[in-house]
Protein backbone atom coordinates (compact mmCIF):
# COMPACT_ATOMS: atom_id res chain seq x y z
CA UNK A 1 0.00 0.00 0.00
CA UNK A 2 3.22 2.48 -0.82
CA UNK A 3 1.47 3.76 -2.95
CA UNK A 4 -1.60 5.03 -0.98
CA UNK A 5 0.57 6.71 1.28
CA UNK A 6 2.06 8.81 -1.08
CA UNK A 7 -1.21 10.15 -2.60
CA UNK A 8 -1.90 11.00 1.18
CA UNK A 9 0.82 13.37 1.35
CA UNK A 10 -0.13 14.59 -1.93
CA UNK A 11 -1.48 18.43 -1.32
CA UNK A 12 -4.74 19.59 -3.20
CA UNK A 13 -4.22 21.97 -6.20
CA UNK A 14 -4.12 25.48 -4.53
CA UNK A 15 -5.05 28.00 -6.05
CA UNK A 16 -3.64 31.93 -6.04
CA UNK A 17 -5.30 34.02 -4.46
CA UNK A 18 -8.51 35.79 -5.84
CA UNK A 19 -8.94 39.31 -7.10
CA UNK A 20 -11.26 40.01 -4.84
CA UNK A 21 -8.89 38.29 -1.73
CA UNK A 22 -6.09 40.96 -2.55
CA UNK A 23 -8.59 44.16 -3.02
CA UNK A 24 -9.59 43.17 0.56
CA UNK A 25 -6.04 42.39 2.15
CA UNK A 26 -4.64 45.97 0.71
CA UNK A 27 -7.18 47.99 0.20
CA UNK A 28 -7.45 48.67 -3.08
CA UNK A 29 -9.84 49.48 -5.60
CA UNK A 30 -8.44 47.88 -8.64
CA UNK A 31 -6.77 44.63 -9.00
CA UNK A 32 -5.28 43.04 -12.27
CA UNK A 33 -4.47 39.14 -11.92
CA UNK A 34 -2.03 38.27 -14.69
CA UNK A 35 -1.11 34.94 -12.99
CA UNK A 36 -3.02 31.86 -14.66
CA UNK A 37 -2.34 32.69 -18.41
CA UNK A 38 -5.78 33.83 -19.61
CA UNK A 39 -6.90 36.09 -22.16
CA UNK A 40 -7.43 39.48 -20.76
CA UNK A 41 -9.20 40.29 -23.58
CA UNK A 42 -12.28 38.11 -22.90
CA UNK A 43 -13.31 35.92 -25.26
CA UNK A 44 -14.83 36.32 -29.03
CA UNK A 45 -18.39 38.47 -29.16
CA UNK A 46 -19.88 35.66 -30.73
CA UNK A 47 -19.46 34.26 -27.56
CA UNK A 48 -21.36 36.93 -25.76
CA UNK A 49 -24.50 36.80 -27.96
CA UNK A 50 -24.82 32.69 -27.77
CA UNK A 51 -25.35 33.37 -23.67
CA UNK A 52 -27.76 36.32 -24.20
CA UNK A 53 -29.97 34.46 -26.81
CA UNK A 54 -29.10 31.08 -25.06
CA UNK A 55 -32.36 28.66 -25.31
CA UNK A 56 -31.05 25.58 -23.89
CA UNK A 57 -32.90 23.90 -21.63
CA UNK A 58 -30.83 23.42 -18.58
CA UNK A 59 -32.85 20.65 -17.28
CA UNK A 60 -31.50 18.60 -19.82
CA UNK A 61 -28.23 16.58 -19.46
CA UNK A 62 -25.58 18.13 -22.06
CA UNK A 63 -25.25 15.67 -25.29
CA UNK A 64 -21.74 14.33 -23.44
CA UNK A 65 -20.23 13.09 -26.65
CA UNK A 66 -19.94 16.95 -27.46
CA UNK A 67 -21.81 16.48 -31.18
CA UNK A 68 -22.06 19.63 -32.43
CA UNK A 69 -18.40 20.88 -31.18
CA UNK A 70 -16.51 17.64 -32.15
CA UNK A 71 -17.90 18.50 -35.58
CA UNK A 72 -16.35 22.09 -35.99
CA UNK A 73 -13.01 20.68 -34.06
CA UNK A 74 -13.12 17.80 -36.67
CA UNK A 75 -13.52 20.40 -39.13
CA UNK A 76 -11.47 22.91 -38.37
CA UNK A 77 -8.44 20.19 -37.68
CA UNK A 78 -9.25 18.03 -40.40
CA UNK A 79 -9.72 14.98 -38.34
CA UNK A 80 -12.37 12.36 -37.62
CA UNK A 81 -14.82 13.11 -35.27
CA UNK A 82 -13.62 10.24 -33.65
CA UNK A 83 -10.23 11.16 -33.68
CA UNK A 84 -11.41 13.38 -30.61
CA UNK A 85 -12.21 13.21 -26.76
CA UNK A 86 -13.56 16.91 -24.50
CA UNK A 87 -12.54 17.01 -21.24
CA UNK A 88 -13.81 19.38 -18.79
CA UNK A 89 -10.87 21.52 -19.44
CA UNK A 90 -7.60 19.70 -20.92
CA UNK A 91 -7.10 19.01 -16.90
CA UNK A 92 -9.25 16.65 -17.57
CA UNK A 93 -8.08 15.20 -20.47
CA UNK A 94 -4.55 14.46 -19.06
CA UNK A 95 -6.83 13.24 -16.08
CA UNK A 96 -8.23 10.46 -18.10
CA UNK A 97 -5.03 9.49 -19.90
CA UNK A 98 -3.76 9.03 -16.82
CA UNK A 99 -6.29 6.80 -15.40
CA UNK A 100 -6.44 4.61 -18.59
CA UNK A 101 -2.58 4.18 -18.99
CA UNK A 102 -0.66 4.77 -15.65
CA UNK A 103 -0.50 2.06 -12.50
CA UNK A 104 1.48 1.19 -9.96
CA UNK A 105 3.60 -0.73 -12.32
CA UNK A 106 4.42 1.70 -15.06
CA UNK A 107 6.92 5.12 -15.27
CA UNK A 108 6.28 8.23 -16.89
CA UNK A 109 8.71 10.71 -17.89
CA UNK A 110 8.08 14.28 -18.07
CA UNK A 111 10.44 17.39 -18.68
CA UNK A 112 10.95 19.35 -14.99
CA UNK A 113 9.81 22.31 -14.50
CA UNK A 114 6.61 21.98 -16.72
CA UNK A 115 2.72 21.79 -16.39
CA UNK A 116 2.11 19.98 -12.71
CA UNK A 117 -0.23 17.84 -13.57
CA UNK A 118 1.55 15.35 -15.26
CA UNK A 119 2.91 14.49 -12.35
CA UNK A 120 -0.14 14.87 -9.99
CA UNK A 121 -2.05 12.48 -12.12
CA UNK A 122 0.65 9.97 -12.16
CA UNK A 123 0.93 10.17 -8.11
CA UNK A 124 -2.41 9.61 -7.99
CA UNK A 125 -2.50 6.27 -10.29
CA UNK A 126 0.52 5.01 -8.21
CA UNK A 127 3.34 5.52 -11.24
CA UNK A 128 6.78 6.34 -11.29
CA UNK A 129 7.46 9.20 -11.96
CA UNK A 130 11.02 10.06 -14.20
CA UNK A 131 11.55 13.49 -14.56
CA UNK A 132 14.43 15.34 -17.02
CA UNK A 133 15.11 18.93 -16.23
CA UNK A 134 14.93 21.58 -18.69
CA UNK A 135 18.29 22.70 -20.48
CA UNK A 136 19.55 26.35 -19.50
CA UNK A 137 17.38 28.19 -22.10
CA UNK A 138 14.07 26.42 -20.85
CA UNK A 139 13.72 23.60 -23.50
CA UNK A 140 12.68 19.53 -22.90
CA UNK A 141 15.96 17.76 -23.36
CA UNK A 142 14.38 14.84 -25.79
CA UNK A 143 17.40 12.72 -25.75
CA UNK A 144 17.68 12.63 -21.99
CA UNK A 145 13.79 11.97 -22.12
CA UNK A 146 14.45 9.00 -24.87
CA UNK A 147 17.02 7.69 -22.38
CA UNK A 148 14.70 7.55 -19.38
CA UNK A 149 12.13 5.33 -21.31
CA UNK A 150 12.14 1.92 -20.57
CA UNK A 151 9.25 -1.13 -20.88
CA UNK A 152 7.40 0.23 -17.81
CA UNK A 153 7.21 3.97 -19.51
CA UNK A 154 3.29 4.29 -20.95
CA UNK A 155 3.31 8.11 -20.88
CA UNK A 156 5.67 10.72 -21.97
CA UNK A 157 4.66 14.27 -21.52
CA UNK A 158 5.71 17.19 -23.79
CA UNK A 159 4.33 20.46 -23.18
CA UNK A 160 5.08 22.53 -26.33
CA UNK A 161 5.20 25.96 -25.21
CA UNK A 162 6.47 24.41 -22.11
CA UNK A 163 4.83 25.80 -19.09
CA UNK A 164 6.64 27.80 -17.36
CA UNK A 165 9.14 28.43 -19.68
CA UNK A 166 7.18 29.26 -22.51
CA UNK A 167 9.96 27.69 -24.50
CA UNK A 168 9.29 25.91 -27.37
CA UNK A 169 10.19 21.93 -28.82
CA UNK A 170 11.84 22.29 -31.96
CA UNK A 171 10.38 20.12 -35.16
CA UNK A 172 13.64 18.32 -35.79
CA UNK A 173 13.81 17.24 -32.58
CA UNK A 174 10.45 16.39 -32.03
CA UNK A 175 10.86 14.19 -35.05
CA UNK A 176 13.87 12.39 -33.82
CA UNK A 177 11.81 11.90 -30.56
CA UNK A 178 8.76 10.05 -32.07
CA UNK A 179 10.62 8.27 -34.79
CA UNK A 180 12.99 6.65 -31.69
CA UNK A 181 10.45 6.23 -29.24
CA UNK A 182 9.34 2.71 -28.23
CA UNK A 183 6.21 1.41 -29.96
CA UNK A 184 4.59 0.75 -26.46
CA UNK A 185 5.22 4.45 -25.20
CA UNK A 186 1.99 7.28 -25.25
CA UNK A 187 3.66 10.73 -26.03
CA UNK A 188 1.25 13.43 -25.18
CA UNK A 189 2.07 16.82 -27.09
CA UNK A 190 0.22 19.28 -24.80
CA UNK A 191 -0.68 22.70 -27.01
CA UNK A 192 -2.44 24.28 -24.89
CA UNK A 193 -0.80 27.72 -25.78
CA UNK A 194 -0.90 26.79 -29.29
CA UNK A 195 -3.06 29.65 -30.68
CA UNK A 196 -0.38 32.09 -29.15
CA UNK A 197 2.57 30.51 -31.16
CA UNK A 198 3.81 32.44 -33.76
CA UNK A 199 7.69 30.87 -34.38
CA UNK A 200 7.52 30.44 -38.32
CA UNK A 201 9.61 26.84 -37.32
CA UNK A 202 6.21 25.25 -35.88
CA UNK A 203 5.16 22.23 -36.88
CA UNK A 204 2.07 21.31 -37.82
CA UNK A 205 1.17 18.87 -34.98
CA UNK A 206 -2.01 17.44 -36.19
CA UNK A 207 -0.32 16.74 -39.50
CA UNK A 208 2.28 14.32 -37.32
CA UNK A 209 -0.33 12.66 -36.10
CA UNK A 210 -1.03 10.49 -39.59
CA UNK A 211 2.40 9.46 -38.98
CA UNK A 212 2.65 8.87 -35.34
CA UNK A 213 0.04 6.89 -34.29
CA UNK A 214 0.97 6.97 -30.47
CA UNK A 215 0.88 10.82 -30.27
CA UNK A 216 -1.81 12.54 -28.64
CA UNK A 217 -2.52 15.96 -29.00
CA UNK A 218 -3.75 18.35 -26.27
CA UNK A 219 -5.32 21.44 -26.88
CA UNK A 220 -7.83 24.06 -25.16
CA UNK A 221 -10.62 26.61 -24.83
CA UNK A 222 -9.05 28.10 -21.78
CA UNK A 223 -6.29 30.49 -23.61
CA UNK A 224 -6.26 32.06 -26.48
CA UNK A 225 -10.16 31.53 -26.90
CA UNK A 226 -10.81 33.29 -23.70
CA UNK A 227 -13.04 30.14 -21.93
CA UNK A 228 -11.50 29.14 -19.29
CA UNK A 229 -14.41 29.68 -16.56
CA UNK A 230 -16.08 27.15 -18.89
CA UNK A 231 -14.13 24.60 -18.74
CA UNK A 232 -13.43 23.01 -22.22
CA UNK A 233 -10.03 21.29 -23.45
CA UNK A 234 -9.78 18.41 -25.90
CA UNK A 235 -7.46 15.37 -26.82
CA UNK A 236 -6.72 14.48 -30.51
CA UNK A 237 -5.06 11.40 -31.43
CA UNK A 238 -6.00 8.02 -33.25
CA UNK A 239 -8.76 6.21 -33.17
CA UNK A 240 -7.52 3.84 -31.31
CA UNK A 241 -5.97 5.09 -28.68
CA UNK A 242 -9.12 7.81 -28.54
CA UNK A 243 -11.41 4.68 -28.30
CA UNK A 244 -9.37 3.89 -25.31
CA UNK A 245 -9.85 6.53 -23.46
CA UNK A 246 -13.86 7.11 -23.68
CA UNK A 247 -14.68 4.72 -21.20
CA UNK A 248 -12.95 6.38 -18.92
CA UNK A 249 -14.65 9.77 -19.17
CA UNK A 250 -17.39 10.63 -16.81
CA UNK A 251 -21.07 10.96 -18.90
CA UNK A 252 -21.55 14.02 -18.52
CA UNK A 253 -17.87 15.99 -18.29
CA UNK A 254 -18.51 19.37 -20.56
CA UNK A 255 -21.82 20.95 -19.77
CA UNK A 256 -23.75 22.54 -22.16
CA UNK A 257 -23.06 26.18 -21.63
CA UNK A 258 -19.35 25.59 -22.20
CA UNK A 259 -19.73 23.66 -25.39
CA UNK A 260 -22.12 26.16 -26.91
CA UNK A 261 -19.03 28.80 -25.96
CA UNK A 262 -16.99 27.29 -27.36
CA UNK A 263 -18.32 26.34 -30.89
CA UNK A 264 -19.62 30.04 -30.92
CA UNK A 265 -15.74 30.99 -30.22
CA UNK A 266 -14.36 28.58 -33.03
CA UNK A 267 -16.34 30.20 -35.62
CA UNK A 268 -14.48 33.44 -34.95
CA UNK A 269 -10.96 33.16 -35.99
CA UNK A 270 -10.12 36.91 -36.46
CA UNK A 271 -10.71 37.40 -32.75
CA UNK A 272 -8.08 34.50 -32.17
CA UNK A 273 -5.75 36.46 -34.91
CA UNK A 274 -6.14 39.52 -33.27
CA UNK A 275 -5.10 37.91 -29.49
CA UNK A 276 -1.97 36.79 -31.24
CA UNK A 277 -0.84 39.91 -32.32
CA UNK A 278 -1.66 41.77 -29.28
CA UNK A 279 0.22 38.93 -27.40
CA UNK A 280 3.47 39.20 -29.49
CA UNK A 281 3.47 42.78 -29.21
CA UNK A 282 2.78 42.47 -25.20
CA UNK A 283 5.83 39.78 -25.32
CA UNK A 284 7.93 42.43 -26.78
CA UNK A 285 6.96 45.47 -24.01
CA UNK A 286 8.32 43.02 -21.70
CA UNK A 287 11.25 41.63 -23.74
CA UNK A 288 12.30 45.49 -24.18
CA UNK A 289 11.56 45.90 -20.09
CA UNK A 290 13.72 43.24 -19.07
CA UNK A 291 17.13 44.32 -21.76
CA UNK A 292 16.70 47.57 -20.46
CA UNK A 293 16.84 46.43 -16.93
CA UNK A 294 19.43 43.78 -17.38
CA UNK A 295 17.40 41.52 -16.51
CA UNK A 296 17.44 37.98 -17.90
CA UNK A 297 14.39 36.46 -19.37
CA UNK A 298 12.76 33.23 -21.68
CA UNK A 299 11.91 34.17 -25.40
CA UNK A 300 8.50 32.83 -25.00
CA UNK A 301 5.67 31.19 -27.37
CA UNK A 302 2.98 31.55 -24.93
CA UNK A 303 1.01 34.25 -23.38
CA UNK A 304 3.52 34.46 -20.51
CA UNK A 305 6.54 35.48 -19.43
CA UNK A 306 9.39 34.06 -16.98
CA UNK A 307 11.29 36.94 -15.79
CA UNK A 308 14.61 36.23 -13.22
CA UNK A 309 14.87 39.07 -10.91
CA UNK A 310 18.04 37.22 -9.35
CA UNK A 311 16.26 37.62 -6.09
CA UNK A 312 13.27 35.73 -4.40
CA UNK A 313 10.47 35.40 -6.48
CA UNK A 314 8.35 35.32 -3.80
CA UNK A 315 9.31 38.99 -2.57
CA UNK A 316 8.73 40.54 -6.06
CA UNK A 317 5.15 39.08 -6.31
CA UNK A 318 4.06 40.06 -2.53
CA UNK A 319 5.41 44.28 -3.75
CA UNK A 320 3.72 43.55 -6.97
CA UNK A 321 0.23 42.42 -5.48
CA UNK A 322 -0.08 45.01 -2.88
CA UNK A 323 0.28 47.21 -5.70
CA UNK A 324 -2.71 45.38 -7.49
CA UNK A 325 -1.18 43.33 -9.56
CA UNK A 326 -1.29 39.41 -9.24
CA UNK A 327 1.56 37.08 -10.94
CA UNK A 328 2.40 34.10 -10.38
CA UNK A 329 5.98 34.08 -8.46
CA UNK A 330 8.40 31.14 -9.44
CA UNK A 331 9.09 29.60 -5.74
CA UNK A 332 6.49 27.24 -6.92
CA UNK A 333 7.11 26.75 -9.95
CA UNK A 334 11.06 25.51 -10.20
CA UNK A 335 12.29 28.98 -10.55
CA UNK A 336 12.65 30.33 -7.00
CA UNK A 337 13.96 33.70 -8.47
CA UNK A 338 11.54 34.50 -11.39
CA UNK A 339 8.01 35.32 -11.50
CA UNK A 340 5.71 34.31 -14.55
CA UNK A 341 3.58 37.02 -15.70
CA UNK A 342 0.85 36.83 -17.89
CA UNK A 343 0.58 38.97 -21.05
CA UNK A 344 -1.88 41.32 -19.97
CA UNK A 345 -3.46 44.11 -22.27
CA UNK A 346 -1.17 47.08 -23.57
CA UNK A 347 -2.12 49.05 -20.39
CA UNK A 348 -1.60 46.82 -17.72
CA UNK A 349 1.79 45.66 -19.28
CA UNK A 350 2.82 49.13 -19.05
CA UNK A 351 1.58 49.92 -15.77
CA UNK A 352 2.79 46.29 -14.83
CA UNK A 353 6.58 47.53 -16.20
CA UNK A 354 6.62 50.64 -14.32
CA UNK A 355 5.62 48.75 -11.13
CA UNK A 356 8.25 46.95 -11.83
CA UNK A 357 10.64 49.64 -12.54
CA UNK A 358 9.76 51.02 -8.95
CA UNK A 359 10.98 47.90 -7.00
CA UNK A 360 14.02 47.90 -8.74
N1 LIG B 1 -1.69 22.41 -20.02
C1 LIG B 1 -0.96 23.49 -19.74
C2 LIG B 1 0.43 23.55 -20.24
C3 LIG B 1 -1.50 24.53 -18.97
O1 LIG B 1 -0.75 25.60 -18.68
C4 LIG B 1 -2.84 24.45 -18.54
C5 LIG B 1 -3.50 25.54 -17.71
N2 LIG B 1 -2.75 26.23 -16.87
C6 LIG B 1 -3.55 23.30 -18.85
C7 LIG B 1 -2.96 22.30 -19.61
C8 LIG B 1 -4.96 23.07 -18.38
O2 LIG B 1 -5.82 23.97 -18.94
P1 LIG B 1 -7.40 23.73 -18.99
O3 LIG B 1 -7.72 22.59 -18.04
O4 LIG B 1 -7.99 25.00 -18.56
O5 LIG B 1 -7.70 23.35 -20.40
Given at each position: ?7 H ?11 E???EQF????V ?9 F?CS???QSF??S ?6 IY??G???Q ?7 Q ?8 IF?N???EV?QMI?R????R?K ?5 A ?6 KH?A?V?G????E?P???K????L??M ?15 P ?5 E??RKD?L?H??D?V ?5 V ?5 YYE?V ?10 L??TYPQ???TR?FSKA?G???F???YG??S?DVI ?7 E?F?N ?13 D??FI?E?R????K ?6 EF?E ?9 Q???I??D?GI?G???F????S ?7 G????Y??SVR ?5 PE?N ?9 FL
Amino acid sequence: MQWKSQLHNLKAYQPGKTMEDVKEQFNLEKVVKLASNENPFGCSSNVQSFISSEALSHAIYPDGYAKQLRMKVAGQLAVEPQQLIFGNGSDEVIQMISRALLDRTKSTVMAAPTFPQYKHNAIVEGAEVREIPLDGKGRHQLSEMLDSIDETTAVVWLCSPNNPTGEYIRKDELLHFLDDVPSHVLVVLDEAYYEYVTAEDYYDSIELLKTYPQLVVTRTFSKAYGLAGFRVGYGVGSIDVISKLEPIREPFNNNSLGQGAASAAIDDQAFIDECREQNRKGLQQFYEFCESSGLKYMKSQANFILIDFGISGDEVFQYLMSKGYIVRSGQALGYPESVRITVGSPEQNEELISLMKEFL
